[in-house]
């Protein structure tokens, strides 16, 4: 398996811009996460999926953010309006521990800059 | 919900030595810590993990120690390399999420 598949890989964007940042997770895998590191906040938890369907999203800053799983191998996380401050790498990481936590495995992240 | 601290931020070492990362976690529910490693610019990778009903494990040069009472693991890694520099990121979940601590920037010089 080609692992966890992000796109696009940079982004460089001016505020007020919609972003859209895709994942496709590992065959098989039955959970989804958005995870947003920066260097003051670290990693952070956006949105978990079980099966497609979104489980926690307590993480999710505000509204402008919205993430999507419309079937098993795609996901989508979209900001829109962008602003300065969601610069950050965005990553997508996949498990099959479904209701029992197990390990994690990454996305290379999308690294997103907003002008 | 989980809050995990992470100590020491940073932490440099010469090659050979001990290198030794504490986490604490405040959600008693929780029952498994991994530890990720992430090296500069690269996705975060699992090295070793270990779940509540076990005390301690050890993958060659690293092991992990787990203290539920106290609430406290630690990352150990002996011999360090070169290589070994990175961030390392510990963890802690319960029934279907992590929560991260802030990382570790270990530099081991030779």
């Known amino acids: 398996d080609a692992g966890v598949i992000q796109s696009p890989r940079h982004e460089v964007t001016e505020m007020g811009q919609e972003v859209t940042l895709r994942c496709k997770p590992i065959?098989?895998?039955?959970?989804l996460f958005w995870y947003r590191q920066t260097m003051m906040r670290g990693l952070e938890l956006l949105i978990y999926?079980?099966?497609?369907?979104?489980?926690?999203d307590s993480g999710m800053p505000e509204d402008r953010f919205s993430a999507k799983m419309p079937n098993a191998s795609f996901s989508t996380l979209k900001i829109q309006p962008s602003e300065p401050r969601d610069s950050a790498v965005y990553f997508c990481?996949?498990?099959?521990?479904?209701?029992?936590?197990?390990?994690?495995?990454f996305g290379e992240g999308s690294r997103l800059t907003v002008l | 919900g989980e809050n995990v601290e992470q100590h020491p931020s940073t932490l440099s070492v010469q090659e050979g030595d001990s290198a030794v990362i504490k986490c604490t976690y405040s959600?008693?529910?929780?029952?498994?810590f991994p530890w990720y490693k992430q090296e500069l610019g690269k996705r975060p990778q699992l090295i070793i993990d270990?779940?509540?009903?076990?005390g301690e494990k050890k993958d060659q040069r690293i092991a992990v120690t787990l203290n539920k009472t106290a609430k406290h693991f630690s990352l150990h890694i002996t011999e360090t390399q070169p290589e070994d520099s990175a961030v390392y990121f510990c963890?802690?979940?319960?029934?279907?999420?992590?929560?991260f601590g802030k990382g570790t920037m270990l530099l081991v010089s030779p």
């Open positions: 990481a996949s498990s099959s521990g479904g209701g029992d936590t197990g390990e994690l495995f």
């Open positions: 065959s098989g895998h039955n959970s």
């Open positions: 999926f079980n099966n497609n369907v979104p489980i926690d």
């Open positions: 959600d008693s529910a929780s029952n498994y």
């Open positions: 270990i779940r509540s009903n076990v």
């Open positions: 963890a802690a979940g319960g029934y279907s999420t992590l929560t």
